[in-house]
Every structure is written in structure tokens, then in C-alpha cells.
């Protein structure tokens, strides 16, 4: 079965800094999905970056982006120049190319920003 | 666009009890999949929905059921509630088309407690 693990359960940081959040997965499969999802604490989940296995290419989107290392099956997170809306529970989640809408969560991380 | 819509927000119930909670997906989108977040256990797989048919399934028991109406607006049903089932549950929706594995829209969740 496949696992995501997290093992920062909180970090924080100051306002205009760079943090990266860890995550390890384990997994069999050479072709899936990797994700950060955010949860503000409105609760609602927002997809905040995608990287697809086969792609040796780390993804980016503006001031957030990912180290992915498949053989170590890593996949961190980096956000650059942290703003206070980043607050957040940050997962990392995983999924098969197939059944992309069965993701398999971390447990989380819980970012806080320092004014 | 409106987004992810799930009712009701908070609800109490006693064991033994059962509970219906609605989602309503983004207008298109056609997969609608369920969550379950508690603290202890994180955020785990229930089902997922498209066209009316139940396409993947969690490890969860029989007590959990769900369906999906031709409107792509579905509904999860817990029966004999257990103190256990408290927890946050979200529903998420998507386009499930090839290309956008695993960009879920998330709900803002229904918290149910159970007494």
C-alpha cells in the first residue's frame, strides 16, 4: 500500500523567508502523482502544486516549488518569500495515474508566519 | 463559478444514530469523492463517484455508503454511528478528464459529532 509521510507536524517562519516542508512516500508504482494541498484554517482545500512522476522536471507555480527526487521518493516543498496568508496545514498527497481521485494524505504540516 | 458546496456545516448526533450529508460539485465537473478528517487518523479515502457509479472505494465498513445523482450532486449516509465517525468530512469534485489527475476542489466540509 502506498504511504505519505510528513514529518514536520509544525514550522514556522518569518514573514519574507523561505521554508521548505519535507515529505517521503513509499510506493511500487513508476507512473503517479505527487501534490501539496493547503487548508487555511477556513478549512476549505486548495491544490497548491502538481507534479507528475514522469517528469523530471520540478515543478513550480509563482513563489511555491518542489524539490522531487524519485528515487528517493522526496518531495519537498518550498515557499519563497512567505507571506501571512500562507498560514496553513500543508499535505503532501500521492495518487495513481488511474485513480487520480483517490489521494493518499500526509498528516500534515502546520506552517506558521511570523510577522 | 460557484464552488463545492456541502450541507450541512455542523450537525450533532448520538451513537446509533444515522446521518446524510450532501455535496453538490462545481457546475461540470462530474466525479464527486469523499474524505474523511479526524485528528488521529488524518485525512483518509472514502469513495469516489462518477456518472452515478461508485468507481473507487477506502478501507472503511459497510456502514458508509454514498451515492450519486444524475445532477453529479451526491450524497454519503452513515449508519449505527459510532463515537469514532466524529470527524470533518469533505467532498471534493473534478473534471476527471485525462491530463487533470488529482486537482480536487474541495468542500468547506461537513463537521459532524457524534454523542
Known amino acids: 500500500a502506498q504511504t505519505v509521510t510528513q514529518s514536520q507536524p509544525e514550522m514556522s517562519v518569518q514573514e519574507a523567508e523561505t521554508v521548505t516542508l519535507s515529505c517521503t512516500y513509499d510506493t511500487s508504482e513508476s507512473d503517479y502523482y505527487l501534490f501539496w494541498y493547503k487548508q487555511p484554517p477556513s478549512r476549505q482545500m486548495i491544490l497548491v502544486i502538481r507534479?507528475?512522476?514522469?517528469?523530471?522536471q520540478n515543478a513550480t507555480e509563482n513563489r511555491f516549488s518542489v524539490n522531487f527526487q524519485k528515487a528517493a521518493k522526496s518531495f519537498s516543498l518550498k515557499i519563497s518569500d512567505s507571506q501571512l496568508g500562507d498560514a496553513a496545514m500543508y499535505f503532501c498527497a500521492y495518487s495513481l495515474l488511474g485513480g487520480a481521485q483517490k489521494l493518499v494524505f500526509g498528516q500534515g504540516t502546520r506552517l506558521t508566519i511570523n510577522p | 463559478k460557484a464552488g463545492v458546496t456541502q450541507t450541512p456545516r455542523y450537525l450533532i448526533k448520538t451513537r446509533g444514530q444515522q446521518v446524510t450529508l450532501s455535496c453538490s460539485p462545481i457546475?461540470?465537473?462530474?466525479?464527486v469523492s469523499w474524505y474523511q478528517q479526524t485528528p488521529g487518523q488524518g485525512l483518509q479515502f472514502l469513495f469516489e463517484y462518477f456518472s452515478e457509479t461508485q468507481r473507487n472505494k477506502g478501507n472503511f465498513p459497510g456502514r458508509f455508503s454514498g451515492r450519486q445523482f444524475s445532477n453529479s450532486r451526491s450524497e454519503m449516509n452513515v449508519s449505527t454511528l459510532e463515537l469514532g465517525d466524529s470527524a470533518l468530512y469533505l467532498c471534493?469534485?473534478?473534471?476527471?478528464?485525462?491530463?487533470?489527475?488529482?486537482?480536487?476542489?474541495f468542500g468547506e466540509g461537513s463537521r459532524l459529532t457524534v454523542l
Open positions: 507534479q507528475e512522476a514522469y517528469k523530471q
Open positions: 457546475s461540470g465537473h462530474r466525479s
Open positions: 471534493a469534485s473534478s473534471m476527471r478528464t485525462s491530463g487533470t489527475g488529482g486537482e480536487l476542489f
